[in-house]
C-alpha cells in the first residue's frame, strides 16, 4: 500500500506510523514542528503517541507532489473515517509541519 507514496521522505514517515516506529517516526520531523487538524492547532507530541492505535488501512489517492495521502483511516478511539495527511517539508528534508484532517468523499 505505500509503495504508491511518491515522495520517499512522506514514504519513510508513514512506514514508521503503520508500524508503530515512534523514533524512525520522530526522525522524520523537526524538532518542533506545527500539527494542525482540520486547521485546527494541535499538539505533535500527543498526536505521536496514538502510534500504535491509528493506521491507514487504505490509501485512495496521493497528491501535492506525493506530500499529500488521502485514504481510510482507522482510530481505536474515533472508528474508520476517510482522513488526510499533508506534510511539508523544511530545508533539510525533514517535516516542519504536518496537517490531518477528514477529507470529503
Known amino acids: 500500500m505505500l509503495e504508491t507514496i511518491t515522495d520517499p521522505n512522506v514514504r519513510a514517515a508513514l512506514t514508521a506510523w503503520q508500524n508503530n516506529d515512534k523514533p524512525s517516526w520522530l526522525s522524520c520531523f523537526s524538532d518542533a514542528p506545527d500539527l494542525y487538524d482540520d486547521g485546527n492547532r494541535r499538539d505533535f507530541a500527543e498526536f505521536t503517541n496514538a502510534i500504535g492505535t491509528e493506521r ?50
Open 56 to 105: 491507514f488501512v487504505s490509501i485512495d489517492r496521493i497528491e501535492d507532489d506525493g506530500r499529500t495521502v488521502i485514504g481510510q483511516f482507522h482510530s481505536d478511539q474515533w472508528g474508520d473515517f476517510r482522513t488526510y495527511f499533508t506534510f511539508t517539508p523544511g530545508p533539510d528534508g525533514r517535516f516542519t509541519r504536518l496537517d490531518i484532517g477528514q477529507a470529503a468523499g
